[in-house]
C-alpha cells in the first residue's frame, strides 16, 4: 500500500472515532436530561403553593389550636389539592384581606360576597360554595321588630364587620347615611357593643352570629329578628393583580365536582350539627 493510501485510510478511521466519540458524548448528555427537559437528579415538583387570606368568620373559617378549619376554608383546601396545588391561609382583619387581594400579597380571599366594586380588583368563579343567610340580631329584650324594609329602622344604629358587604341596597344606604351604621373589627366586638347599648342592632350571616353567641356564652342575651334579611351565594376572589383566571376557572370545576361527589356535605355537616 503506498504512504499517499495509508493516509487516507489513517483520515478515514480518524474521522470515524472522531464521529464516533461525537455521538457517544451526545448520548451522555441526553442521559443527563429528563424527558420534561430537568436535568438528571434535579427534585422536580409540580405541587405550587396558594396563598389563602381569610378573616375569622366561624363556622366558615377560623383558626383552632393553629389550624384552619370552617366550610370554607376545608372546601377551597380539598379543591385546590385536586388541582395540584398546596395551600397556606393566614387569617387578618377583613379589611386587611381586601387590600391583600388587591396588592396581590394574597392569591385567595374565602367566602365572600360578589359585588361590582369587588370585580374591580377581584376574579370570582361562576358558582357559588355556599349561601349566607343575613339577619337581624337584638337584645333578648328589645322591642324592634323586623317586616324586612331596613328603612323603617333608621332610627336605629346599625352594627356590621369593617369592609363587609351586605348588598348594594344596604351598602348604598350605608354610603350615602340613610341609615347609622357603625363598623367594628369583628362580631364579638359587635356584640358586646350590643349588649352595652352602643349599637341597637346587628346585621350579619346567622350561622356566624350563633356560633359566636354561643362560644360566648350570650345565648339567652340576644335573639335574632325573623325574616331574613337576605339570602346571598358565597364566592372566593382570586386577585385579579396575579392574573388568577385560569385558576378561578378550574376552580369552579372542581366545587361543582365536590359537591357531586358528597365531599362538600361531609364537610359541612361536619360544622353543623
Known sequence: MSLKMTGIVILAIGIVLLSFTGCTNQISENELINADGTEMG??????????????????????????????????????????????????????????????????????????????????????????????????????????????????YTFGINRGYSHGEEFNDAFANNLLIVEEAEDIPQNLKKLLNDRIDILLDNELVVLMNMKNLGYQDQIKVLKPEYRNAPLYNMFSKKNDLYEMAEMFNEKVLEIKEDGTFQKIYNSYIK
Open 42 to 155: 434535579e427534585i422536580k415538583s409540580n405541587v405550587k403553593t396558594v396563598r389563602i387570606v381569610s378573616s375569622t368568620w366561624a363556622p366558615y373559617e377560623y383558626e383552632e389550636n393553629g389550624v384552619a378549619k370552617g366550610i370554607g376554608v376545608d372546601v377551597t383546601v380539598e379543591a385546590l389539592n385536586r388541582m395540584g396545588y398546596e395551600a397556606t391561609v393566614t387569617f387578618v382583619p377583613f379589611k386587611r384581606a381586601i387590600e391583600m387581594i388587591q396588592s396581590g400579597e394574597a392569591d385567595i380571599l374565602t367566602d365572600v360576597n360578589k359585588t361590582k366594586e369587588r370585580e374591580e380588583y377581584g376574579i370570582f368563579h361562576e358558582d357559588p360554595i355556599l349561601m349566607s343567610r343575613t339577619c337581624l340580631f337584638v337584645k333578648a329584650d328589645s322591642a324592634i321588630d323586623f317586616d324586612g324594609d331596613l328603612f323603617k329602622l333608621s332610627e
